[in-house]
């Protein structure tokens, strides 16, 4: 139980195009979900929390027209990349809390690698 | 801001060795977790302490989380090549927020 997806695993993008993500909770129900980014050799840093039916919070530093999230529904949220440039290159990972605001578990997807060229 | 650091951020051993990670903090967490995470992937959970004191065993590994709740180790017996990955030690205390510690990067060598 507790599985997470992301889509796409990995991609490819040219600069100045947008690029979108998406995080699903495949048996479980995620009020909450958050999306983080790690460069390599490097440990998670949460961008935003994205709450379902909501809008997203962002992290300090994080801009929030540049990443778009969205949390439509209890299973799915996604992140949208605008206006891509090399140094957004990075690995993108959500994860998702099944229980309500006090459950403290996260799993987390498999992760997307992003490279803009 | 709640800090979490880990030690050591390097580790290289050989296989059969033991070893003990470290997760340190001047914050009082209400649960502490620890992820491992091989590279091209997503971290995967190993354990949840809550209680202060608490001890939990997952095979060859031992997580104990601190008497005030502040610090956690996770230590590995007779550590085999399988174990070798980033390992991730995250507190949660405000609501379903998790801090990240900088992960120990572990290689066990055959």
């Known amino acids: 139980g507790a599985v997470v997806s992301q889509h796409p695993s990995w991609v490819i993008c040219k600069s100045g195009t947008s690029v979108k993500i998406e995080c699903r909770s495949l048996?479980?129900?995620?009020?909450?979900m958050f999306w983080y980014r790690q460069f390599p050799k490097q440990s998670l840093m949460l961008m935003a929390t994205?709450?379902?039916?909501?809008?997203?919070?962002?992290e300090q530093g994080v801009e929030k027209d540049k990443f778009l999230i969205n949390h439509a529904s209890l299973t799915l949220s996604t992140l949208t990349v605008t206006s891509a440039h090399p140094e957004d290159s990075s690995f993108y990972i959500c994860?998702?809390?099944?229980?309500?605001?006090?459950?403290?578990?996260?799993?987390f997807g498999p992760g997307t690698r992003l490279t803009v060229t | 801001t709640q800090l979490l650091e880990q030690s050591p951020q390097f580790l290289s051993i050989q296989e059969g060795e033991n070893l003990t990670v470290y997760c340190n903090s001047s914050s009082v967490f209400s649960s502490l977790q620890w992820y491992r995470q091989e590279p091209g992937e997503g971290p995967v959970l190993l354990v949840t302490?809550?209680?202060?004191?608490e001890v939990k065993k997952l095979k060859r590994l031992t997580f104990q989380f601190g008497d005030a709740r502040k610090d956690s180790s996770l230590h590995i017996t007779a550590a085999q090549p399988g174990d070798t990955g980033l390992y991730l030690c995250?507190?949660?205390?405000?609501?379903?927020?998790?801090?990240f510690g900088g992960g120990t990067r572990l290689m066990v060598k055959p």
């Open positions: 994860s998702a809390t099944p229980g309500g605001p006090d459950s403290y578990e996260q799993y």
């Open positions: 048996d479980f129900q995620a009020t909450t």
């Open positions: 994205s709450n379902e039916g909501s809008k997203a919070t962002y």
């Open positions: 995250a507190g949660n205390n405000a609501g379903n927020m998790l801090t």
């Open positions: 302490v809550v209680t202060g004191g």
